[in-house]
């Protein structure tokens, strides 16, 4: 519902009031004229017909004076009234002003805003402490003209995508200070909602949210990653190799147990290894220093490979691997290492939870408008409560944990579910438990 | 002990001793003539004492990291032309793509291969050309 203003309200009261009054002026008027012409008609007195008349238009006038007198009180309260509405309009206004400037001035985010050119005006107090700077020495200068030389090429992508009224939201850039300081920000531009009402044309406010600090802790946590992960596999490797030597019989026959015993540290070592690189691929995910880098893949050659590393185990559990690969997915534009590990995590997780003599499937299938890569094995399934939580962090489902053969993290499906988010694609599955379950997954 | 690998020279240039170790002693019993390095700037010493027909490189070491050797190699009029294997844990592509640049023929990601596997891409690199 519009608000209503009390000054119009005031002035329609007014305004029918005084109608009114007019109305019984008018009608006054033509009475008295009539009184006038034959007082006696009407006033059954004693007195001579010039006094009447006398009375009458003494009576009248008196009359008329108090209504020309609640007319010009009329008029004059309502201007009061205007005056006092438009005054207390008006301080608002200044209150408002005072308060957004007040705001504007005094946030602790950088906030400029720009003309048309990307130029810079009123900064206010922390984009002048960002850039170390007193307003005259940024005043008139381009906004994109700060940007650190290694973001040259993305500042003249910016500027364009500003005139050309394209919103630019929370740009990851590098910023230069006076001071010669570069630092990480997020850089927003957004137009200006009430352009006319300024006294110079500003179309764009800036916000520019400085994240440096971020960044260093983001840099320093992929140097831890990197750093763990090279002080882990370092020793994977040298038990790797050494178990190797002995295996391979190259400095002498080992006797069976011996045999026996360096092929489980060998196994475990492997195991190792794998949760090593896990939980770098985590890292890396969650850092985002995960980068895709596509070319050619072909997805059937990724699962060849995956099968023939895992064919111990599918041999060992009689499991039966039924491929219908149908000529799909030979050439695809992917990052064949992302998704080997993808395809290496759905079909490890195949083996270990289909009992021996199962079946998995695997099924590619490629048109214009979708490549899926399906794997359904014949295993325990995944509970139905549980099955809205399979891609979190550390879950492992009830059955999957009650296997005794098997172990896990809880980290294969997450890391999985995060790659293919990555790559674009979308994963779902259907399972049922003590039947199998099927993952699809759309690249 | 085989012998098609016999007056092929090979350098391991790693920071890890026990890598180190146990790579020289599965070379040597392969057949080829070994020596050893335990950081950058020996192992550039080594190689052009040595002249090895193969060296096999680390990236991560102290003194001289694995690119600034193979850098100083290509200066060389007999380094320019040495074949070179790179041998680390971690897969860094940035890493891998300035010493495939500088003439690395191949790379070994630790963790990924076996030993018999290390001295299978050895001999097809000596092999080829």
Known sequence: ???????????????????????????????????????????NTDLSPVETQFVVVYISLIIISVLIAYILYLILASRTRAELIARSITKSLVIS??????????????YITLDKKACIHNPNKAALRFFGVVSEEIEDKNLFSFLAEEDKNKAEKLLQRYEANIP??????????????IKWVLLSVFEMSNPESWSYPPIGLATIFDITEQKKLDEAKTEFVSLASHQLRTPATTIKWYTDML?????????????????????????MIDLVDTLLNI????????????????????????????????????????????????????????????IQNLLSNAVK????NGTITVTLKQ?????????????????????NRIFTKMFRAQNARNLITSQGTGLGLYMVKSIVDALGGSISFVSEENKGSSFIVKI | MENKNDQKKVLVIDDDDNLRTVLTDKLNISGFETDSAADGEEGLNKA??????IILLDMLMPKMNGLEVLEKLREDKWGQSVKVMMLTVLEDTNTVAQAVDKGTLAYVLKTDHNLDDVVKQVEEILNSQ
Not at chain 1, 251 to 271: A, C, F, M, T, W
Not at chain 1, 312 to 337: C, S, T
Not at chain 1, 353 to 356: A, L, S
């Open chain 1, 97 to 110: 002003r005072e308060q957004f400037e007040g705001i504007y001035e005094g946030a602790p985010v950088p």
């Open chain 1, 247 to 271: 295996t391979s019989g190259g400095i002498g026959q080992l006797s069976p147990k011996q045999d026996d015993y360096i092929n489980r540290v060998h196994k475990v070592n492997e195991e």
């Open chain 1, 1 to 43: 519902m519009p608000k209503e203003n009390p000054f119009i309200r005031h002035f329609i009261i007014s305004l029918s009031v005084f109608v009114v009054l007019l109305c019984v002026v008018v009608f006054s008027f033509t009475l008295i004229q009539k009184i006038l012409v034959d007082p006696q008609k009407y006033f």
């Open chain 1, 168 to 181: 630019i939201n929370r740009e990851e850039v590098r910023m230069i200070t006076k001071s010669g300081v």
């Open chain 1, 353 to 356: 939870y289909t009992p021996g």
């Open chain 1, 367 to 387: 048109s214009i408008f979708e490549k899926v890569i399906t794997i359904t094995d014949s295993g325990i399934g995944i509970p139905k409560q549980e099955q």
């Open chain 2, 48 to 53: 052009f004492h040595f002249h090895p027909d």
């Open chain 1, 283 to 342: 890292s890396k995910i969650e850092i985002g220093t995960f980068s895709v880098e596509s070319k050619a893949t072909n997805v059937q050659e990724l699962f060849e490979s995956v099968l023939v590393e895992l064919s111990e185990q599918i041999n060992k559990k009689g499991i039966r691997v039924e491929k219908r690969y149908r000529d799909a997915l030979l050439n695809i534009k992917n990052d064949p290492k992302l998704l080997r590990i993808v």
